[in-house]
Every structure is written in structure tokens, then in C-alpha cells.
């Protein structure tokens, strides 16, 4: 029994920024690797960021420099920052925790438009 739960999207322009959030609760005993994905309307899930119980952290090339990711460990939370959004940012962002096999929230809309 884990539950993920997003939070933090919203509408913004392109240029803007937002950041989400992920909460996780449940059978957790332990400090694991966490991540962003997202899914746009008509395409696969895409890799954004990860961040290991270590805080050691990888990033998509799409998002490198824009994005942040980070955790707070006495929350049970991961953060995404996200600055500078472009419109092919636009999607559904989930966020997951790897405990011998993926866990998944069930994402936050992030919408890019003027």
C-alpha cells in the first residue's frame, strides 16, 4: 500500500514557472529513488528527472537547465521546479517511487499557452 499524490499544476505562459509536488504515504521503510514523468495528448510517458534515496539526480535533455528536481525526506515529498516553460511542456505530470517495482500518482495537468 503506497499512495503518490501531485499536486501544483496549473495554467501559466510560456516563460512562467511552477512547481510541483509529490507526496508519497504507506508501506515506506526506507529512503528510495524518485521521479517526474510526463504525457502529452497522443504520445508516450517521457522520462523528466530522478533524484536516488542518495540525492543523486539525472535529467531529460528536453528539460535540462529548466527543470529542478529535489526532495524532502522528513515529508515524504519530491519537488519539481520547473522555470522558463515552453507550450511543448504541456502535459500530465506523474511522479513515481521505485520500491522493488514502480509506484505512480495519478498526475497533475500542466498547461503552456499565451
Known amino acids: 500500500q503506497v499512495q503518490l499524490v501531485e499536486s501544483g499544476g496549473g495554467s501559466v505562459q510560456p516563460g512562467g514557472s511552477l512547481r510541483l509536488s509529490c507526496a508519497a504515504s504507506?508501506?515506506?521503510?526506507?529512503?528510495?529513488?524518485m521521479g517526474w514523468y510526463r504525457q502529452a495528448p497522443g504520445k508516450q510517458r517521457e522520462f523528466i528527472a530522478r533524484i536516488t534515496g542518495a540525492g543523486t539526480t539525472n535529467y531529460a535533455d528536453s528539460v535540462k537547465g529548466r527543470f529542478t528536481i529535489a526532495r524532502d525526506n522528513a515529508k515524504n515529498t519530491v519537488y519539481l521546479q520547473m522555470n522558463s516553460l515552453k507550450p511543448e511542456d504541456t502535459a500530465i505530470y506523474y511522479c513515481?517511487?521505485?520500491?522493488?517495482?514502480?509506484?505512480w500518482g495519478q498526475g497533475t495537468q500542466v498547461t503552456v499557452s499565451s
Open positions: 513515481n517511487i521505485l520500491i522493488f517495482r514502480d509506484y
Open positions: 504507506g508501506s515506506i521503510l526506507g529512503i528510495y529513488t
